[in-house]
């Protein structure tokens, strides 16, 4: 027998699940009210983003630079991130999506063709208002849950 050498990660189990929810907007206040999901709505399959955010944050560039301390008259170093430039920026927004939206089934265009999940079809999605607010609900949710655990894990 074949021994198998490498690391084997099954990415179909990372991220929840989520039955697809209709929302609205209440335009004068802001209010969102969120529907139930429906028998047999699509679903979608998300994750934190958050590990992606740290990531880029420690790959950023840093720039530093002296400047005057007017209070003790001392320079001082200060470090900061060098500025994103406009398409850096939406490059950034764009990958952050398609690390957050894991995989999604069951949703159709106008003409009842299958969405097929790849990353431009999650970017074009989550351009719709009632898919990014199902995603935002959906993600808020499962923070709720990782913090519950937490609490409970804390007690015991």
């Known amino acids: 027998m074949e021994e ?74 200060v470090e900061y991130d060098t500025p994103l430039t406009a398409k850096e920026e939406a490059q950034e927004r764009d990958d952050s999506i398609d ?16 969405i097929k999940c790849t990353r431009e079809n999650k970017l074009v999605l989550m351009s719709v208002s009632v898919f990014a607010r199902c995603v935002g609900r959906c993600l808020e949710l499962s923070r709720n849950e990782v913090s519950k655990r937490a609490e409970v894990i804390e007690k015991n």
């Open 99 to 114: 690390f957050m939206v894991v995989s999604f089934k069951d949703f159709y265009d106008k003409n009842e063709k299958p």
């Open 4 to 77: 198998k050498k490498g690391t084997v990660l099954n990415i179909g189990d990372e991220g929840n699940w989520f039955s697809f929810f209709e929302s609205s907007q209440d335009m004068t206040n802001g209010d969102i009210t969120y529907a139930d999901p429906v028998e047999g709505a699509g679903q979608i399959c998300i994750r934190d983003p958050q590990p992606f955010w740290v990531e880029k944050a420690g790959s950023r560039k840093k720039k530093a630079e002296f400047v005057l301390n007017p209070k003790s008259r001392a320079m001082e170093r």
